[in-house]
């Protein structure tokens, strides 16, 4: 059973290696480079950034950016959001990380099943096309909070399933929209030994998730109570508005707790 904890959110390409020098200094071995309104990285950068996690032993991975519905009525929204998710997995190469987290979309007006199935469509047509490129990553649908967008449970394992992609298991996402963290339906639904998660304090009500807020050491207590009985290797990306300092204090518990 291993741990990696790191914060969302790398800076820009400058100070990039200064914040992963920082990161190291204080214990975290992960960090997911967020592109959150654009890939901002070029690949000469990407390598360099890459090259400085790997020597110090900082696992990487990639958030996409959140302008992506997979589900659109519109097919030029598709097709650009298609790129979003590609232009991120190609920078995510340059710089060895294998995974690229991202939202699917929103349901709209159409019944689950249709939205799953326009989802796995363009999810299958990614994969074919990273592959074609010979990129080393994989695509990672979230489960999602607003009880209007896709990412159920339900739906992540399914789309595992049924395409072959990995996933991203955000626990404050499953608070919000099933109003618990419903560890066992979890454990079973993702039996992988690797998991990539996410986790922060979050505010919520009857829709659903609302913001990310620093996350109380008790939530904290609660997922490693569940956690620690198992035999997997574990990434937790922390998404509060201070994820560094969040991430930092999550490691100190957890330290605390295995002892």
């Given at each position: 059973m291993s741990i990696k904890f790191g914060p969302a959110g790398l800076g820009g390409a400058n100070e990039a290696v200064l914040n992963l020098e920082k990161f190291k200094k204080i214990g975290l071995s992960a960090c997911e480079v967020a592109f959150t309104y654009g890939v901002y990285l070029k690949k000469n950068d990407a390598e360099r950034i890459g090259l400085a996690a790997k020597k110090m032993g900082i696992e990487l991975s990639v958030h996409a950016p959140y302008w992506i519905n997979l589900n659109s009525k519109e097919k030029e929204k598709i097709e650009a959001s298609k790129k979003r998710i590609l232009d991120s997995c190609e920078i995510a190469h340059y710089m060895k990380a294998k995974r690229v987290v991202f939202h699917s979309g929103y349901y709209g007006k159409d019944a689950p099943e249709e939205s799953f199935q326009n989802i796995k469509k363009c999810i299958l047509e990614i994969k074919d096309k990273a592959r074609e490129n010979k990129w080393d990553v994989e695509i990672c649908p979230e489960i999602m909070g607003k009880k209007n967008v896709f990412g159920s449970i339900d739906e992540i394992e399914r789309l595992k399933k049924e395409t072959g992609c990995g996933f991203c298991i955000d626990f404050a996402h499953i608070l919000t929209?099933?109003?618990?963290?419903?560890?066992?339906?979890?454990?079973?639904?993702?039996?992988?030994?690797?998991?990539?998660?996410?986790?922060?304090?979050?505010?919520?009500?009857?829709?659903?998730?609302?913001?990310?807020?620093?996350?109380?050491?008790?939530?904290?207590?609660?997922?490693?109570?569940?956690?620690?009985?198992?035999?997997?290797?574990?990434?937790?990306?922390?998404?509060?508005?201070?994820?560094?300092?969040?991430?930092?204090?999550?490691?100190?518990?957890?330290?605390?707790?295995k002892e």
């Open positions: 929209r099933y109003g618990r963290y419903d560890f066992e339906s979890i454990k079973k639904s993702f039996p992988e030994k690797k998991w990539h998660c996410h986790f922060s304090g979050i505010t919520y009500g009857p829709k659903g998730e609302k913001h990310h807020k620093k996350t109380p050491e008790e939530e904290w207590k609660k997922l490693f109570s569940f956690l620690k009985n198992l035999s997997k290797e574990i990434v937790i990306i922390n998404e509060s508005p201070s994820p560094v300092r969040d991430s930092a204090e999550g490691m100190n518990i957890w330290k605390k707790i």
